[in-house]
């Protein structure tokens, strides 16, 4: 029985082996990315999209419920006063989901965790009453770091007086729109990774591991079909070239092969108009028969479509 005992030798042999790569896998890099500090773009990112922007008990059929609002501030909501300079605030209203950092202030790093903790009273935040947070800046044992406030604890505003103050055009459904990007399928084309090759010559600066922190889902991509968005909103701000482009990508890239994603724009347009698809196809068709000059105007969004939240999203990647 000389085969069988090479048998039980050679079981142990891969045992060991295969226990040891996953142990290697699985365990060394959960220490070493709790130990990475999030960046203040992950901090800014984890307030704008909230707790999870995939498959969740909040939004299980992805339709950008309970996502926080992003509010560039210009008065104070408690006096009306003009603030000093404009303050970029998050609104969680009641109900919506504290993004990671909230919920397990460690993940957010030395300093920061304390920062966010003491001073930023971010443990107060109640979901079932809904609270206002910003970035602050703070020492923490002699070196500055940005934390996450409790602007709910720690001045009384509430996501009420915030949204009375605050004008639409200053409201940001980022959250939402990034909520649309996952359930859209925007990653299978395009990617959120610009590659530490000649690629951020033309797409920008490669992303830190840090600035993940606390983001679920990653949208990294896949395959690069198509332009890299991790910066898109620097290279384009233009509100209306992203309205003509995502009601169809054709009317200003003749060849695109992106999808028209004419839908996202719901039944009605931002006067409460229903808006005639097939009259607007008819007279795209006649365009490209060259029967008419000009290309039919694409709709005005309603400031609850889910187009809406996709460009806050888009132009908020910078
Ligand atoms: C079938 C692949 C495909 C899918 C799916 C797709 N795109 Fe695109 N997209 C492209 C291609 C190709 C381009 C470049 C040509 C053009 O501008 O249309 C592009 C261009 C863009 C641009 C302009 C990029 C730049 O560099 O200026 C934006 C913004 C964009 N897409 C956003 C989206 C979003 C958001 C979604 C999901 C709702 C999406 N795309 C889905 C293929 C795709």
């Known amino acids: 029985m000389a085969g069988f005992r090479e048998y039980k030798i050679g079981s142990k042999m891969f045992g060991i082996a295969l226990g040891g790569s996953m142990t290697i896998t699985l365990f060394f890099p959960s220490i070493n990315i709790a130990s990475v500090s999030s960046t203040d773009i992950a901090l800014t990112k984890q307030l704008e999209m909230g707790h999870e922007t995939g498959f969740n008990l909040d939004d299980p059929m992805l339709l950008g419920w309970n996502k926080p609002l992003g509010v560039t501030l210009k008065t104070d909501p408690k006096t009306g006063q003009a603030l000093a300079s404009d303050t970029v605030v998050f609104v969680y209203k009641k109900g919506t989901s504290f ?15 304390q920062l966010s903790v003491e001073q930023g009273h971010v443990g107060d935040a109640r979901k079932d009453v809904g609270a206002v947070f910003t970035l602050s800046k703070g020492t923490y044992q002699g070196k500055q770091y940005t934390y996450i406030e409790n602007l709910t604890a720690t001045k009384g505003w509430t996501p009420s007086d915030v949204m009375h103050v605050a004008k639409d055009e200053d409201v940001s459904n980022a959250g939402k729109g990034k909520t649309m990007f996952v359930r859209e399928g925007c990653w299978w084309c395009h990617t959120l990774l610009p590659e530490e090759t000649q690629d951020w010559q033309v797409f920008g600066a490669p992303p830190m591991l840090g600035d993940f922190n606390g983001e679920s889902p990653t949208a990294f991509g896949s395959d690069r079909k198509a332009p890299d968005l991790l910066h898109v909103g620097s290279r384009n701000s233009s509100k209306e070239w992203m309205m003509m482009h995502f009601f169809n990508p054709r009317l200003v890239q003749p060849h695109s092969i992106m999808p028209r994603f004419d839908y996202l724009w719901g039944e009605k347009d931002a006067s409460g108009n229903k808006i005639d698809f097939v009259k607007w196809r008819a007279e795209y068709d006649e365009y490209r028969e060259g029967k008419r000059v000009t290309p039919p105007d694409v709709p005005s969004y ?17």
């Open 302 to 318: 309603a400031s609850d479509s889910e187009i809406r939240g996709l460009i806050d999203f888009i132009l908020s990647l910078k």
């Open 99 to 113: 993004p990671a950092g909230i919920l397990h202030p460690r993940i957010l790093g030395e300093g920061i965790q």
